[in-house]
C-alpha cells in the first residue's frame, strides 16, 4: 500500500519560512516523479512544484525564487523548502505521486499571518 506522510507545516508570519517533508513508503520511490500541491480555502487545488526521477525540477511561478523542491532517494522523502512566506502561500500543502492512479497524502496546514 502506498502512503504519502507530510509533516512540517504550521504558523508562520510573513517573511519567514518552513520546510515541509514527505515521507513516501509502498513503492521504489526513486522511479516516481513527486508533486507538492496546495489547496486554500475556497480554490482548487493547485500544483506547486515537482522533482522529476532525474532531480529536474520546476515550480509555479508564483513561488519561483522562494521556493524549491528535493528528494531523498536514500530516505524516501521530499521536501519543500518555502522561504518570504507570504499570506497568499495560506493552504493545505498536498504531497503527490501517480501510481497508476492519484495518490495524496493526508496535507499539512502552512498558514502565513501576522
Known amino acids: 500500500q502506498v502512503q504519502l506522510v507530510e509533516s512540517g507545516g504550521g504558523l508562520v508570519q510573513p517573511g519567514g519560512s518552513l520546510t515541509l517533508s514527505c515521507a513516501v513508503s509502498?513503492?521504489?520511490?526513486?522511479?516516481?516523479?513527486m508533486d507538492w500541491y496546495r489547496q486554500a480555502p475556497g480554490l482548487e487545488r493547485e500544483p506547486v512544484a515537482v522533482?522529476?526521477?532525474?532531480?529536474?525540477?520546476s515550480v509555479q511561478d508564483s513561488v519561483e525564487g522562494r521556493f524549491t523542491i528535493s528528494r531523498d532517494n536514500a530516505k524516501k522523502t521530499v521536501t519543500l523548502h518555502m522561504n518570504d512566506l507570504k499570506p497568499e502561500d495560506t493552504a493545505v500543502y498536498y504531497c503527490?505521486?501517480?501510481?497508476?492512479?492519484?495518490?495524496w497524502g493526508q496535507g499539512t496546514q502552512v498558514t502565513v499571518s501576522s
Open positions: 522533482i522529476t526521477t532525474r532531480g529536474d525540477t
Open positions: 503527490h505521486t501517480r501510481v497508476i492512479g492519484d495518490v
Open positions: 509502498g513503492i521504489e520511490f526513486s522511479l516516481y516523479t
